[in-house]
């Protein structure tokens, strides 16, 4: 990870910090980035994923079973409602407990200046994993280097997992978003995938476009779709491409959509943007329509991370897009909460069959 400029909360161990690779093995490891998988463990993940979905569907009580008498911590510093709200939910489904500071961190200890790695600890000294989301780059790294060393004195180690760091990475929103494409579409072979919006705020988008690199398909196609200022970040269209991807930068949609199997909408991020003005000339650069979503083929699938503002149109064209099939953000939101289940189970317990 490069260090971003600025002052920082986060210590120089963040930087250094090279999170483990799962290399076919979850149990016990930190899930700070999408670097840390392969193909292989992609394929174990969403195989348990499917597995925990159809046992939802048929109300196995077995599951609850899986995470009995384990404790997640929820630890959120940025907004957020699906990310928290899914963990919390799996958690729960699988048996386990979840806590969290009473009234939010706002009330935590951090507010009277303590900083993130003492806090990170403190938790971990009662909770099995922690679900972290922080908005500065690198706090999920430096949550997985002291809980490295907070596991070398307590008898019960914890893992970290990323809810998304600043503008960084969010790599579970990647897994869901991998792993609805792969519902969807039964294999990335031969996909072209648009992503669209804020690239170089987006952490999903960063994560994501990383997430397919590593996949490994054959002649996949990634279109990245934004204003000269909203770029994706150089070295991830760098290392996009030496996954053998073809990559295509363009700030018209209208060029490609026509051709687009994926469509992955994101919103401008507002909250990340210094200056309001800049905000202000650029925020309605993109907008989907049900007019846009027309040209798109038909068995064309369109995704958001959501929020979603107006980047999606007016209210009304919310109804009309949400009415069309190809619009699958719902049923990517529900797989948020399957992969989220598979990914307790597997960091917690290893195995699951
Ligand atoms: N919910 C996503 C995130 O936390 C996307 C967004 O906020 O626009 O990154």
Redesign the pocket.
């Given at each position: 990870m490069s260090e971003p400029a600025g002052e920082l909360s986060i210590s120089q161990h963040a930087f250094a910090y090279q999170p483990p690779p799962i290399d076919g093995d979850f149990f016990g490891k930190h899930i700070i980035s999408v670097d840390q998988f392969q193909r292989r463990d992609l394929d174990i993940l969403f195989q348990a994923a499917t597995s925990i979905r159809k046992r939802i569907r048929t109300q196995d009580r077995g599951l609850t079973e899986l995470c009995a008498g384990k404790v997640m911590a929820s630890l959120f510093f940025?907004?957020?409602?699906?990310?928290d709200m899914s963990f919390q939910a799996a958690m729960r489904r699988l048996g386990g407990d979840v806590i969290a500071v009473s009234n939010g961190v706002r009330f935590s200890s951090m507010y009277k200046g303590e900083n993130l790695s003492d806090t990170i600890r403190a938790t971990g000294c009662y909770a099995d994993v922690i679900v972290l989301?922080h908005p500065e780059i690198g706090s999920s790294y430096e949550a997985g280097y002291y809980l490295d060393l907070l596991n070398q004195r307590i008898d019960n180690p914890t893992v970290a997992i990323s809810?998304?760091d600043g503008i960084g990475e969010?790599p579970t929103?990647a897994l869901l978003d991998m792993f609805t494409i792969f519902d969807q579409k039964k294999s990335l072979d031969g996909l072209t995938i648009a992503l669209v919006g804020?690239l170089k705020h987006?952490?999903?988008v960063h994560s994501l476009a990383k997430l397919l690199a590593y996949y490994d398909a054959d002649d996949v196609r990634l279109c990245l779709v934004a204003p000269q200022s909203l770029a994706m970040p150089a070295d991830i269209c760098k290392l996009v491409a030496e996954h053998g991807i073809h990559v295509q930068q363009t700030d018209d949609l209208r060029e490609i959509i026509a051709q687009t199997d994926v469509i992955y909408w994101?919103?401008i991020?507002e909250e990340r943007f210094a200056d309001e003005s800049a905000y202000s000339r650029i925020k309605d650069r993109f907008i989907m329509t049900p007019s846009l979503l027309a040209q798109a083929p038909a068995d064309a699938i369109l995704m958001h991370?959501?929020?979603?503002k107006h980047e999606m149109g007016t209210r009304a064209d919310h109804d009309v897009l949400d009415a069309d099939r190809r619009s699958i953000y719902f049923e990517q939101m529900e797989n948020g909460m399957f992969v989220r289940m598979a990914l307790l189970v597997k960091v917690l317990r290893g195995v699951y069959v």
């Open positions: 940025e907004a957020s409602t699906r990310t989301r809810g998304g969010h929103q804020d987006g952490r999903t994101t919103r991020q991370p959501l929020p979603r």
